[in-house]
């Protein structure tokens, strides 16, 4: 079924698409809903008019609550609208899609309803319905790294492949030893090298081979240069061009740049944070950026020295140990200069109070995680890193109703939610609330026996119970 523009309504159908967006700009956004529904009843692939609907849907949330993501109003998600729409997915993808648009009608955030909608519309061949969805999915949960590889392969099939590569580029520094975001940086990557070369025009009868064969070599070029992950020929090569350009184009400030993220990739540090200084005194030293990676690199050259030391050494253990806090020292000291140059940015804020955590520095952590609670994509962990602290110094009632907080923010059972309630069992385990502590595990070992020692937990519970 594939997707239809708002040209291609049918002529009976354009007035009540008339009257619904009548309806939306004047803010009445229940009577927009019905009509744009009506219209959609008869065509559910117009992905224009789904689009209106999703706009009056987030209005109507808007104008009951104080924003559309800052409160969730579903907590579990069930209903029997979304019980039939589960059960249609299978036969009738259709009806499924229309029950979850009635979900969603009162409730705009809810999870369940926008996953059963993404299954609806990738079964019937909808991939800009399904994307539409997807993206509330991300916001609703950011870590989840199938939602981020769905989301960034579905905008890649509908063109937009650049922001599909940027998106996961971004999620991988978070995970960098990831094989899956690994593979699918890649698979977006050879989607876009494939659409500047001309094959996807090729592919649809649009483009010739004589096309292709005159952007190969720009698209080669283009991934040598940008590729996330340089093989080792392509990098030697474009050290040897740029170190020989800089010659003739010594104010070029871009090839100092390249260089630096070259001799780093290379683990030549002392060659790449040579350049960097050089960047550092030039026009380019008050970019933030550039603290950041020269930070990097440093950290990078510290982590390489400890993987060369050799570990049948006698002084193993103490060269270890004193690159490891030569390493968190300087992390620390860098943090905190960037703390004081923005002290508003709150990303910042959590990331010293990461490094206070880590290096046992629980008051200052404590202080750290309570200001970085402002930023709402770092709430939820930082919340979670703020009981730990009030648990560790054992004001374990505020590390609770910290927890318990942060629990009713999320709707999906993810390993965010999971971490959460772990935690918030271990803390009634601390106080000594065994009853209220096996809740909280019970609640993970339902979905998921493998988590941790939940298992174990569970069971010497049990056991315990004869």
Do not use: W
Not at 206 to 225: F, H, P
Not at 423 to 430: A, D, H, I, M
């Amino acid at each position: 079924m594939p997707e239809k523009s708002l040209n291609e309504i049918p002529r009976e159908l354009r007035p009540l698409y008339t009257k619904g967006s009548d309806a939306l700009s004047r803010d009445n956004f229940d009577y927009a809903i019905d009509l744009f529904c009506q219209v959609l009843a008869r065509e559910p692939a117009n992905i224009d008019v789904r689009r209106a609907l999703r706009k009056a849907q987030i209005g109507k949330a808007e104008s009951k609550s104080s924003g559309f993501f800052k409160k969730v109003l579903s907590s579990a998600g069930s209903s029997p609208q979304l019980a039939k729409a589960q059960f249609a997915l299978r036969s009738n993808p259709t009806e499924a899609l229309a029950l979850a648009e009635q979900v969603l009608s009162s409730d705009v955030n809810n999870s369940m309803a926008h996953r059963i909608i993404v299954e609806a519309a990738t079964a019937l061949q909808m991939p800009q319905t399904a994307v539409m969805s997807l993206e509330t999915l991300m916001h609703n949960s950011p870590k989840d790294k199938n939602i981020a590889i769905q989301f960034a392969t579905l905008l890649a099939d509908t063109g937009d492949v650049k922001r599909a590569e940027r998106m996961l580029i971004e999620f991988a520094r978070a995970h960098p030893n990831d094989a899956e975001l690994t593979q699918a940086i890649k698979d977006v990557s050879a989607k876009r090298t494939l659409d500047e070369g001309g094959y996807g025009a090729l592919a649809s009868g649009e483009g010739s081979y004589r096309d292709v064969l005159r952007n190969e070599k720009e698209a080669v070029e283009l991934e040598q240069e940008k590729r996330v992950q340089k093989t080792e020929d392509v990098a030697e090569r474009l050290i040897a061009e740029y170190e020989s350009r800089i010659k003739t184009e010594p104010k070029n400030l871009k090839l100092y740049r390249e260089l630096a993220q070259l001799y780093t990739q290379k683990k030549q540090f002392d060659k790449a944070l040579g350049y960097y200084e050089q960047l550092k005194a030039s026009e380019m030293g008050a970019d933030a950026s550039l603290d950041q990676a020269i930070a990097q690199a440093t950290v990078r050259k510290l982590d390489h020295q400890i993987e060369q030391l050799d570990p049948n050494a006698h002084d193993h253990a103490e060269q270890a140990a004193r690159l490891l806090t030569e390493k968190q020292a300087f992390q620390l000291a860098e943090c905190q200069k960037r703390v004081e140059k923005f002290p508003t940015d709150l990303s910042i804020r959590f990331e010293l109070g990461v490094l206070y955590f880590q290096a046992g520095k629980i008051g200052e952590a404590t202080k750290e995680f309570q200001k970085a609670q402002g930023n709402p994509h770092k709430r939820i962990v930082a919340s979670n890193y703020l009981a730990q602290c009030f648990s560790r110094r054992k004001i374990f009632d505020l590390a609770a109703s910290t927890l318990q907080d942060a629990i009713k923010e999320k709707q999906v059972l993810d390993d965010e939610k999971k971490e959460l309630i772990y935690n918030l069992g271990c803390v009634f385990e601390s106080m000594g609330k065994k009853e209220d502590a096996i809740e909280q595990f019970k609640i993970i070992y339902k979905v998921d026996t493998g988590y941790r020692d939940i298992e174990a937990k569970v069971d010497a519970y049990y056991s315990a119970q004869g």
